[in-house]
């Protein structure tokens, strides 16, 4: 049995976890994203291997993004998707 995701910081509709950092992790066989953030605030994604082949996204951002939001250095299997209207908040 998949498990669906690796890590999952908020909902479509919460925002109380902030000031997160996912960082040095090796993520293999979840079945929806490696790491999924929905409305983050404060949050740094690095030097992460996101290696699962079944989701859409290895990185999915949704939402409203509160800076600072730093994604760097991560080996993706797949695409990483950033909200459109949030992308030029994304320290790259």
Do not use: A, E
């Given at each position: 049995m998949s498990i669906g995701v690796g890590i999952q910081i908020n909902t479509s509709t919460?925002?109380?976890?902030?000031n997160v950092t996912i960082q040095n992790n090796n993520f293999l066989n979840?079945?929806?994203h490696d790491i999924v953030a929905y409305n983050p605030n404060a949050i740094?994604?690095?030097n992460n291997r996101l290696e699962s082949t079944g989701p859409t996204?290895?990185?999915y951002v949704s939402g409203t993004i509160?800076?600072?939001c730093v994604i760097q250095?991560?080996?993706c299997v797949k695409e990483i998707q950033i909200e459109a209207t949030e992308y030029e908040k994304v320290k790259r």
């Open positions: 919460t925002t109380g976890q902030n979840f079945k929806t740094t994604i690095q996204y290895s990185l509160t800076s600072p250095n991560n080996w």
